[in-house]
Structures are given as C-alpha cells and as structure tokens.
C-alpha cells in the first residue's frame, strides 16, 4: 500500500473522512452522496479545493473532481433525504469522479500519514501553501545536512559513500519507508535491507531537490546497485530499460525483467529524465 505524504498531493486537496455513515456495499452514487456533504466549514477555505478524497479507516475509496462548492442546503442529494436543519451552515460540492489521470494517483493509498497530528476533523483542506511550506522545510533540513557533509572536507568517491551512509541513517529514508513498505521494483520487504536510493544524485541535486520524496525510491541492494550505476532506469510510464551493459546471464541472477515497471508520480519525472540523461548506461 502506498501511503500519501503531503508533497504526494498535486492539487488543492480536501480528505474527508467517512465514519458511520461508510459501509463497504454503497453504491457509486451514495458514495458520492455521503463524501460531498455537509460539512461544517467555512466555503471560502474550499472554493480552491478541487480534487477530494473519501476516505474510509485512512484509505482512499474514491477520488472526485469538485465543479464547485455550495451550501449544503443547495446540494440536493437523490439518496439522502433533506434535511434543513442538519444542513444549515454547512457546505458541500457537486462534482464527479476524478478523471483517471487525477484518481490513479490517490485511490486506495493511506491518508494516515496526513494526520500524524491528530487532526480530528472530518475534512480538512491540504492547500498549495502548506504544502510549499512543507517542501521549504526539507529543503532547510537538506541544506544543514550538506554542510555538515562539507565539513568532514571529503573528496570524490568519498562524499557519495558518506551521503549513501547519512541518507540511510536519516530522515529521508524513515519517509520513503513510511511511503512504500517493499522495494519498488521487487517484493523484498525486510526493512534491514531497504535502501533509500535517489533518483537524480545527492551531489547534482539542488537543495530543494535532495530530501525531496519524488527524488527517490526504496530499492533492495541488488535494484539499489543496479539503479545507481545506471544499469536500469525507468520511462515516465515507469517501466524498466535495461542498460546494454546488463546481459540477459546478469539480468536473470540480479533478478531484472524488460516488463518490470514501477509506480512513479508526476514528481519523479524530471528526476528520472535526469537519470536517463546523466546516469543510464554511462557509470560503472
Ligand atoms: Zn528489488
């Protein structure tokens, strides 16, 4: 399962957390019903909320597009009867599924990591400038990781063994292990041997780039080594492409298949264009 970190959301998100009213043989349309309505928050937070996820036990059952948000009292729901009192000053949207491209992103994955804070609340919006504000967070934290690296005045083949070291021991990998529970290319679980690898290099990367998720993937040692050394690399579709340097003997033992894909978001492709670019077929 895949679990959501606020820089997985691409669009002004709200997650709204189905309770008693959630159970497994809804049909699509009182899914619908429940998830759009009616909530107790102000309309104004909202109107930039396009994309909300209904969330049931912090899994995503169902992802919609919003049309707009309105007054509860104007949704007129077909399967759930009116009810004035409980719908004053409340609010909701009219919508419809999020179209593929949107929904394949969030359905089924945890919202878990979301409300490490113990947000309560039935809804809450995750907006473009919490999320900036998240990112701007890492990328302090990154900056004082590159200077305590500088400090130990390293050089060459050095600097990239002690940043592989540090990133394992740290905080980047604890996220990305939080992100996927196997590597991502296998199913090896045992966290022991999960390595947290970049996708565009510790040591290319802009600050805002290097303890960035979209930047990397847990791998096994042997996808780890492989992927490092520009062996394999991925297609924006995320499937495999497999170095020629990489013979089929190699391929069978290091466990590497052509139709292996991986599941990659819109964050990782400029990383993995770099990888192709930089890293593909030229280290050894
Ligand atoms: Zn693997």
Redesign the pocket.
Not at 15 to 43: A, F, M
Not at 110 to 121: E, Q, Y
Not at 199 to 214: A, C, N, Q, T, V
């Given at each position: 399962m895949k679990y959501l970190s606020i820089e997985d959301l691409e669009e002004n998100i709200a997650v709204v957390k189905l309770t008693e009213s959630y159970h497994k043989d809804l049909s699509p349309l009182q899914l619908y019903d429940i998830s759009r309505g009616c909530w107790k928050n102000k309309l104004e937070t909202f109107q930039k909320v396009k994309v909300v996820l209904a969330v049931h036990s912090f899994i995503v059952q169902e992802v919609y597009a919003v049309d707009k948000w309105l007054p509860a009292t104007e949704l007129h729901r077909e399967t759930i009867p009116f009810d004035s009192e409980q719908e004053k000053g409340r609010i909701g949207f009219s919508g419809q599924v999020a179209p593929d491209e949107i929904r394949k992103k969030y359905i089924f994955c945890s919202v878990k990591d979301l409300f490490k804070n113990g947000n309560r609340h039935p809804i809450m919006a995750f907006l473009s400038k919490e999320i900036n504000k998240e990112k701007k967070k890492w990328t302090e934290r990154a900056r004082t990781l590159s200077s305590e690296i500088n400090d130990l005045h390293l050089r060459g083949m050095d600097t990239d063994a002690v940043v592989k070291v540090r990133i394992n021991q740290g905080v980047f990998r604890d996220r990305l292990l939080q992100k996927y529970s196997h590597?991502c290319?296998?199913n090896?679980s045992n966290i022991d041997l999960l390595i947290a690898s970049h996708i565009k290099p510790w040591k290319d990367s802009e600050e805002d780039e290097r303890l960035d998720m979209d930047n990397g993937f847990l791998?096994?040692p042997?996808?780890d080594k492989l992927f490092d050394n520009g062996f394999i690399s991925f297609d924006n579709t995320g499937r495999i492409i497999v170095s020629e340097k990489l013979d089929q003997v190699n391929c069978v033992y290091m466990?590497v298949q052509s139709d292996m894909k991986i599941d990659i978001n819109n964050g990782n492709k400029k990383y993995l264009e770099y990888h192709r670019e930089h890293i593909l077929h030229k280290k050894n």
């Amino acid at each position: 399962m895949k679990y959501l970190s606020i820089e997985d959301l691409e669009e002004n998100i709200a997650v709204v957390k189905l309770t008693e009213s959630y159970h497994k043989d809804l049909s699509p349309l009182q899914l619908y019903d429940i998830s759009r309505g009616c909530w107790k928050n102000k309309l104004e937070t909202f109107q930039k909320v396009k994309v909300v996820l209904a969330v049931h036990s912090f899994i995503v059952q169902e992802v919609y597009a919003v049309d707009k948000w309105l007054p509860a009292t104007e949704l007129h729901r077909e399967t759930i009867p009116f009810d004035s009192e409980q719908e004053k000053g409340r609010i909701g949207f009219s919508g419809q599924v999020a179209p593929d491209e949107i929904r394949k992103k969030y359905i089924f994955c945890s919202v878990k990591d979301l409300f490490k804070n113990g947000n309560r609340h039935p809804i809450m919006a995750f907006l473009s400038k919490e999320i900036n504000k998240e990112k701007k967070k890492w990328t302090e934290r990154a900056r004082t990781l590159s200077s305590e690296i500088n400090d130990l005045h390293l050089r060459g083949m050095d600097t990239d063994a002690v940043v592989k070291v540090r990133i394992n021991q740290g905080v980047f990998r604890d996220r990305l292990l939080q992100k996927y529970s196997h590597c991502c290319l296998c199913n090896v679980s045992n966290i022991d041997l999960l390595i947290a690898s970049h996708i565009k290099p510790w040591k290319d990367s802009e600050e805002d780039e290097r303890l960035d998720m979209d930047n990397g993937f847990l791998l096994c040692p042997n996808h780890d080594k492989l992927f490092d050394n520009g062996f394999i690399s991925f297609d924006n579709t995320g499937r495999i492409i497999v170095s020629e340097k990489l013979d089929q003997v190699n391929c069978v033992y290091m466990n590497v298949q052509s139709d292996m894909k991986i599941d990659i978001n819109n964050g990782n492709k400029k990383y993995l264009e770099y990888h192709r670019e930089h890293i593909l077929h030229k280290k050894n």
